[in-house]
């Protein structure tokens, strides 16, 4: 993947604090590689599984302990899919990295999966810390989370996706809707609820140096939105990819469909995936250039 920003004025956009979305701006700008979109054609194909001897149900993507069987994979992100909560928490091990491999003027970045997200925002008196401790102290002890600026929690709800953001550099909650139907009061409480219970699984972890339930949700932030429930995930996304804790660079709905190639992409060759890039030259593309010399 590679991507360029286009930015006439952001002095002026910062000062606004993306008040207005216009061209002063930052714009995302997404170019994707020849080899993702061959890659993404032949993986969606109706014949891929056939031509591998594959059950569309196998595990077909393994990161992290987390695993998506082809099936899921590709209803999630063929034209038009609805993101699956397996595909949503695998994207979030990719998107997080060390923290050590970004320029220290880079703004650090992790999410969690939807599963943990779903947990934090029960009412804190059915809140099981126990079941949210491992993937909390997992993610300290590979990205340090004293040190990163914005923590992600994308959450499934009523057919869509929306995202809340622990943002440190502003001391705020940050929320997105892209379809902008959820009820402030439902927002409110499950904002409510996550500072809570997620105040008390890093303290006893010892996972972060801020006191999160001190910090104001910030409703002034204007962000791309849309009318369709069947993007709402790749826009949860693109929101994570985007916001740097102050600003979040333009988008729009003309970018989903590449943003869908490149998650692809990225999913399966993954290094950590079992099926990745080794898999892929050794099986996939052999067999296809036999079928080509036939």
């Known amino acids: 993947m590679s991507t360029g920003f286009n930015t006439k004025d952001d002095i002026n956009c910062r000062k606004r604090g993306t008040k207005d979305v216009d061209e002063n701006c930052q714009i995302y700008q997404l170019k994707v590689q020849n080899e993702a979109h061959v890659f993404y054609d032949d993986v969606m194909s109706s014949t891929f599984c056939n031509s591998l001897s594959m059950d569309r149900s196998n595990e077909f993507i393994r990161i992290s302990g987390l695993y998506a069987s082809y099936e899921n994979f590709v209803d999630s992100l063929k034209p038009g899919g609805k993101i699956c909560d397996e595909v ?150 693109l929101y994570m990819e985007n916001f740097d804790g102050k600003l979040i660079k333009y988008f729009d709905v003309e970018v989903v469909p590449k943003f869908r190639k490149v998650v692809a992409f990225h999913l399966i060759m993954n290094s950590r995936n079992p099926n990745g890039p080794e898999y892929f030259k050794t099986k996939v593309y052999s067999k296809k250039r036999k079928r080509q010399m036939q």
């Not at 997200?117 to 401790?133: A, G, M, V, W, Y």
């Not at 996550?194 to 949700?217: G, H, P, W």
Request: glycine residues 0%.
């Open 88 to 237: 949503m928490s695998l994207h979030t091990k990719v998107f997080s990295k060390p923290s050590k491999n970004d320029p220290a003027t880079k703004c650090k970045k992790i999410a969690f999966t939807s599963t943990l997200t779903s947990k934090l925002i029960r009412k804190p008196e059915n809140f099981d810390i126990q079941s949210c401790r491992q993937e909390i102290q997992d993610m300290h002890s590979l990205y340090n989370m004293k040190r990163d600026d914005l923590l992600f929690f994308p959450l499934p709800v009523d057919d869509q996706w929306v995202l809340i953001c622990i943002n440190t550099i502003d001391k705020r909650v940050n929320f997105f809707d892209s379809l902008h139907i959820i009820s402030n009061d439902r927002r409110d409480e499950w904002i409510a609820n996550m500072k809570v219970n997620l105040y008390r699984v890093c303290f006893e972890a010892e996972t972060l140096s801020q006191d999160i339930r001190e910090f104001e949700l910030d409703t002034s932030l204007t962000y791309p939105s849309q009318n369709n429930v069947i993007d709402s995930g790749v826009y949860v996304m």
